[in-house]
Nanobody, 116 residues
């Protein structure tokens, strides 16, 4: 099993920045890809960004390319999401995830609110 501690969410004005962090514990040394999804009420979770264990492959939703940056520190079992130029429609709960032997594990989510 994998457990997570997420932090960094909050309230920011449009155009502002936030940095999300997610630290995994448990069987974290077996984790492959990590990343972030987001979800608004009544909608499905949307992949925001993901990164492979070696950091060599990073995927982003088209809507965040050029503004968001994902990174990870394997020594700390932590993944980060730097979010710049935030928009009001990006208000959502952001969920960290990790993949372990093909199984997704999820963090508890952190609220990001972007005011106009």
């Amino acid at each position: 099993q994998v457990q997570f501690v997420e932090s960094g969410g909050g309230l920011v004005q449009a155009g502002g920045s936030l940095r999300l962090s997610c630290t995994a514990s448990g069987r974290a040394f077996l984790i492959g890809s990590m990343g972030w999804y987001r979800q608004t009420p009544g909608n499905q979770r949307e992949l925001v960004a993901s990164i492979t264990r070696g950091g060599d492959i990073r995927n982003y939703a088209n809507s965040v390319k050029g503004r968001f940056t994902i990174s990870r520190d394997n020594a700390e079992n932590t993944v980060y999401l730097q979010m710049n130029s935030l928009k009001p429609d990006e208000t959502a709960v952001y969920y960290c995830f990790a993949v372990l032997y093909g199984t997704y594990y999820w963090g508890q989510g952190t609220q990001v609110t972007v005011s106009s």
